[in-house]
T-cell receptor, first 112, second 113 residues
Framework: DSGVTQTPKHLITATGQRVTLRCSPR?????VYWYQQSLDQGLQFLIQ???????AKGNILERFSAQQFPDLHSELNLSSLELGDSALYFC???????????FGSGTRLTVV | SQELEQSPQSLIVQEGKNLTINCTSS?????LYWYKQKYGEGLIFLMM?????EEKSHEKITAKLDEKKQQSSLHITASQPSHAGIYLC?????????????FGAGTQVVVTP
């Protein structure tokens, strides 16, 4: 157990639907990062939050959004889902100082 | 943004043999991380290197950081079936934004009997 908890582990949904992925960071970590891993794109950075505020954005689609709550857990919302959104979505956390990142076990999203 | 190039893309090694994976950055490396991933599973942290010339070892895995060359290498001695998986290098993109990891495409390692 890495200390970063992601739920659910697996998700199957239809095109056009909306889903929410949840991440609880390691205790004491203020930063949360979201990554998407697909077969053809590798591990791509999506977005980062630090203590509730958005800090950095990567290749995140407008259909996707995220937030970090006061208790520091984060949610990644994916809407108007397309087949190409099928991927592993990882959450990572750090203390914010760039001195180590801990990854969760991921959520496997399958869009049918 | 920074690009990290890993080589080789994949390799097959006989059990007991050594192997080396390289990770080259297009920009200065401030922090270099090595992770291992079993297909479809989470990332397991292996090592973090921050200083030029730094070398770290854990069991049979050694990683080095050549800051001048903007390159890191991961060396596995006497490979075992448990070493099979995808190895990913990641770098702190501090020049781009505040502390996020960007990754190479990964190196798939297969260990044969």
């Amino acid at each position: 157990d890495s200390g970063v908890t992601q739920t659910p582990k697996h998700l199957i949904t239809a095109t056009g639907q909306r889903v929410t992925l949840r991440c609880s960071p390691r205790s004491g970590d203020l930063s949360v990062y979201w990554y998407q891993q697909s077969l053809d794109q590798g591990l791509q950075f999506l977005i980062q939050y630090y203590n509730g505020e958005e800090r950095a954005k990567g290749n995140i689609l407008e259909r996707f959004s995220a937030q970090q709550f006061p208790d520091l857990h984060s949610e990644l919302n994916l809407s108007s889902l397309e087949l190409g959104d099928s991927a592993l979505y990882f959450c990572a956390s750090s203390d914010g100082g760039g001195k180590g990142y801990t990854f969760g076990s991921g959520t496997r999203l399958t869009v049918v | 943004s920074q690009e990290l190039e890993q080589s080789p893309q994949s390799l097959i090694v006989q059990e007991g043999k050594n192997l080396t994976i390289n990770c080259t950055s297009s920009k200065t490396l401030y922090g270099l991380y090595w992770y291992k991933q079993k297909y479809g599973e989470g990332l397991i942290f292996l090592m973090m290197l921050q200083k030029g010339g730094e070398e770290k070892s854990h069991e049979k895995i050694t990683a080095k950081l050549d800051e001048k060359k903007q390159q890191s290498s991961l060396h596995i001695t006497a490979s075992q079936p448990s070493h099979a998986g995808i190895y990913l290098c990641g770098a702190d993109a501090l020049w781009d934004s505040w502390g996020k990891l960007q990754f190479g495409a990964g190196t798939q390692v297969v260990v044969t009997p």
